[in-house]
């Protein structure tokens, strides 16, 4: 009976098991810190829909109002999915036709709603309210990025706990005018430079700084304040 293990020609295997055994506990920190950190798990998910919709289309060529579609977000906690009947009261006139609106042909004809799926997801065991926000000048690109822009929508933020406690313990940045929260463009002075260019940026600080004393905003930090 052999008193060796194992075979002589593993030991040629020893360096690779020597350098794996090494690096290892660097690829498992890693993993652990960012790969599985909630800052990272959601960016970027951009589910498929049943109707390939394009905000850059409706919200950017078009300028379509966020609210238009989204019509609760000023007077309830959720901003609401638009019903079949949103499409069309515009669709009924404009490319009913279309191979890409046959979804929302059938829906309107048999009354059962669009199955949409869901991009940006909170927790459930915390709690936020739209209306909360957007009335105090939270615009809509703080939370969903260039919306106008995309053609698939996808989630541009991480709507961590940290990221929201960021914002709460300095939310001017975030601030607008409530007249320009849908405006995906406000702040950005766009097209100016040199001095145009610091003027529209003082101007911006000046307006955030604004609707900060005007509705007194000072987001509190304690935890019951989103896990009810």
């Known amino acids: 009976m052999s008193r060796f293990l194992f075979p002589k020609w593993s030991n040629a295997l020893l360096p690779l098991v020597a350098v794996v055994g090494a690096t290892m506990?660097?690829?498992?920190l890693y993993f652990v810190?960012?790969?599985?950190?909630?800052k990272t798990l959601e960016v970027g998910y951009q589910p498929v829909q049943p109707v390939p919709f394009s905000h850059a289309l409706h919200a950017g060529e078009l300028g379509m109002d966020c609210?238009?579609?989204?019509?609760?977000v000023e007077r309830a906690d959720h901003a609401a999915i638009p019903a079949t009947q949103t499409c069309m009261n515009c669709h009924t006139m404009i490319k009913p036709e279309s191979p890409k609106l046959e979804p929302v042909q059938a829906s309107?004809?048999?009354g059962l709603p669009i199955e949409w799926t869901k991009v940006h997801h909170v927790a459930d065991y915390?709690?936020?309210?739209?209306q909360a926000h957007v009335n105090r000048?939270?615009?809509?690109?703080?939370?969903?990025?260039?919306?106008?822009?995309?053609e698939v929508v996808y989630q541009a933020e991480p709507l961590s706990m940290g990221w929201c406690l960021?914002?709460?313990?300095n939310p001017q940045p975030n601030l607008r005018p409530v007249s320009e929260i849908t405006n995906m463009s406000w702040g950005l002075a766009l097209?100016?430079?040199g001095e145009d260019l610091i003027k529209a940026q003082a101007l911006y600080a000046d307006q955030r700084a604004e609707v900060e004393n005007l509705y007194h905003i000072n987001p509190s930090e304690n935890c019951s304040t989103c896990h009810r």
């Not at 609210?67 to 609760?72: D, E, F, L, S, V």
């Not at 915390?126 to 739209?130: E, G, I, M």
């Not at 000048?137 to 995309?150: F, K, L, N, T």
């Open 67 to 72: 609210r238009y579609c989204h019509n609760t």
């Open 191 to 193: 097209g100016l430079e």
């Open 33 to 38: 810190a960012f790969g599985f950190s909630p």
């Open 108 to 110: 309107y004809q048999d």
């Open 137 to 150: 000048g939270v615009g809509c690109v703080s939370c969903h990025g260039r919306i106008d822009q995309m």
């Open 25 to 28: 506990p660097i690829y498992v």
């Open 166 to 169: 960021d914002c709460h313990r």
């Open 126 to 130: 915390a709690y936020f309210s739209h």
